[in-house]
């Protein structure tokens, strides 16, 4: 089920003005931490992760499908 809200211009603009500054003061705390050791680099994935990670999801139930058998 899908629902769709619908704001006026005016409530747009404030609401993408409250979620922009959302995500760079979150972008802001994930650098700060990186850079005071709080937050490993490592733990950081970017695109190519998250495209390695579903290849190995779709390896893996594509192999538990093929070995799971039908009777």
């Not at 922009?20 to 705390?29: I, P």
Request: aromatic share 10%; charged share 20%; no cysteine.
């Amino acid at each position: 089920m899908r629902t769709r809200e619908r704001f006026g211009p005016v409530d747009s603009l404030s609401r993408a003005v409250g979620k922009t500054w959302d995500m760079s003061m979150l972008t802001v705390r994930l650098l700060w931490n990186v850079g005071t050791g709080d937050v490993s680099v490592k733990n950081l994935s970017g695109p190519i992760n998250i495209a390695e990670y579903a290849g190995f999801s779709h390896d893996k139930a594509y192999l538990a499908f093929l070995s799971s058998g039908t009777a």
